[in-house]
C-alpha cells in the first residue's frame, strides 16, 4: 500500500530515477559549426569581389582606350570636326586632312574578303564534317586551322612575290577583258590594288570562319541529318535544312571574327594595297586603309595636328569596328529572331 502510493506520479515525494533522465538531442543533418558558416560567408563575399573587379576590368581598359584616344585626337576634332570623317583630302604638308578615303579603303578590302572567304570556309567545313573520310578528316581540320598560326607578315611576302605577279600577269587582264565594263575591274594591271588586298585578306580569314563553322556544325544533333534522309532528302538537302539552318547563328558569329581580323589587319594589306588615299570605284586602283596609314605615317607624323588626325583615324577604326560589329549582331538577331542558337539541339 505504501509502496504503490510512492510510485504514484501526482503525490508529492521523491521520483524514480528513470523520470528525470535526459535524453539526448541527435545533430541536424547538415548543421554548419557558426565559425564556419561565417568563414565561408566570409570567403564568397571575397570571391563575388574579386569576379567583379575582373568584370570592371574589361570595361575599364576599354574606358580607357576611349579616353586616351579621344584626348590625344582632340586637336584635330576641334579644327576640322565632324568634316574629317567626310573630307577627302589628306595632304600632311598644308595640315588639310580627311579620313574618308582610308574608311572607304577598310570597308571595301573587308567586305570584299567576305565575299571571298565566306563561301570557301563555309564549304571546307561542310567537306570536313559531312563528305570527307575519317582518315583525312583530322589531318585536313589541322592544317587549316595551322593557317590562322601564320604571321601577318609572312602573308604579305607572299602576296608581293606570288599573288601580285598571277593578279598583274592574268587574272587582272582576264577580269579587264570580261568584266571591264561594270567599272569595277577597269585601269592598268599593276597588281598592287584593292583586289590585292581583299584576296591576302580572305586567305587570312579562311582559317578562322572555317574552324568556327566547323565546331558548330559538329554539334548539330545527328537526329537531324537522320530525321531529313529519312524524310527523302538528298544530301544536299539534308545538309541545307538539317545542318546548315540550324548551325546558322554560330555560322555568323564566325563570319564576324572574321570580319573582325579584316578591319584590323595592317601589315599584310600595308604591303599590298598601294597607300594611295584615294576613292576610286575600280578595284584595280591602289588604295588605303585606317590600320595601314597608322603603320605608315605615323612614326613619320611630325606636327601636333598631323599626329592628332592620325590617332582620330585610329578612334574611327575604333567606332567603325564597334558600329560593324553591332550590325553583324543586329542581322544574327534577325535571322535567329531573339531567340538562342539552336545549334546544341
Known amino acids: 500500500m505504501a509502496n504503490s502510493a510512492l510510485n504514484r506520479p501526482d503525490m508529492p515525494g521523491p521520483q ?3 523520470t528525470t533522465k535526459l535524453t539526448a538531442v541527435p545533430p541536424v543533418a547538415g548543421a ?52 574629317f570623317f567626310a573630307g577627302q583630302e589628306w595632304d600632311p604638308v598644308q595640315e588639310h586632312f580627311g579620313a574618308l578615303p582610308f574608311i572607304y579603303g577598310t570597308l571595301v578590302s573587308s567586305f570584299l574578303a567576305l565575299l571571298i572567304a565566306v563561301p570557301l570556309s563555309v564549304g571546307v567545313a561542310v567537306f570536313t564534317t559531312e563528305m570527307c573520310p575519317k582518315v583525312l578528316r583530322g589531318p585536313l581540320s589541322f592544317f ?18 606570288v599573288l601580285v605577279p598571277l593578279l598583274s600577269g592574268y587574272i587582272q587582264p582576264f577580269l579587264a577583258r570580261t568584266l571591264g565594263w561594270t567599272g569595277f575591274f577597269d585601269g592598268p594591271p599593276y597588281g598592287i590594288s584593292m583586289l590585292a588586298a581583299g584576296i591576302i585578306l580572305a586567305i587570312m580569314i579562311i582559317p578562322i570562319i572555317s574552324s568556327i563553322t566547323r565546331e558548330v556544325l559538329m554539334v ?14 538528298t544530301r544536299w538537302e539534308m545538309i541545307r535544312v538539317g545542318v546548315l539552318r540550324n548551325a546558322r547563328a554560330g555560322i555568323m558569329g564566325g563570319i564576324i ?34 590600320a595601314s596609314v597608322l603603320a605608315n605615317e605615323f612614326s613619320e607624323a611630325t606636327g601636333n595636328v598631323y599626329l592628332s588626325a592620325l590617332i582620330e583615324i585610329g578612334l574611327a577604326l575604333f567606332l567603325v569596328t564597334i558600329v560593324v560589329n553591332a550590325l553583324a549582331r543586329l542581322l544574327v538577331w534577325t535571322v535567329t529572331g531573339g531567340q538562342p542558337s539552336r545549334a546544341n539541339g
Open 144 to 161: 587549316v586551322e595551322l593557317l590562322a598560326a601564320i604571321p601577318s607578315v609572312v602573308y604579305g611576302l607572299w602576296a608581293i612575290f
Open 32 to 83: 554548419v559549426a557558426p565559425h564556419l558558416r561565417a568563414n565561408g560567408e566570409t570567403g564568397d563575399k571575397i570571391f563575388k569581389f574579386l569576379m567583379l573587379l575582373c568584370g570592371l576590368a574589361v570595361l575599364g581598359v576599354l574606358a580607357l582606350i576611349v579616353y586616351e584616344l579621344m584626348l590625344r585626337s582632340s586637336l584635330s576634332w576641334h579644327n576640322f570636326g565632324i568634316k
Open 16 to 18: 524514480p530515477a528513470e
Open 220 to 233: 548539330v544533333p545527328q537526329h537531324q541529318r537522320e530525321a531529313a534522309l529519312a524524310l527523302g532528302a
Open 257 to 290: 571574327l572574321g570580319l573582325g581580323r579584316a578591319l584590323g589587319e595592317t601589315m599584310a594589306v600595308t604591303m599590298v594595297i598601294g597607300n594611295t588615299p584615294q576613292i576610286v570605284k575600280s578595284l584595280f586602283a591602289p588604295g588605303h586603309t585606317m
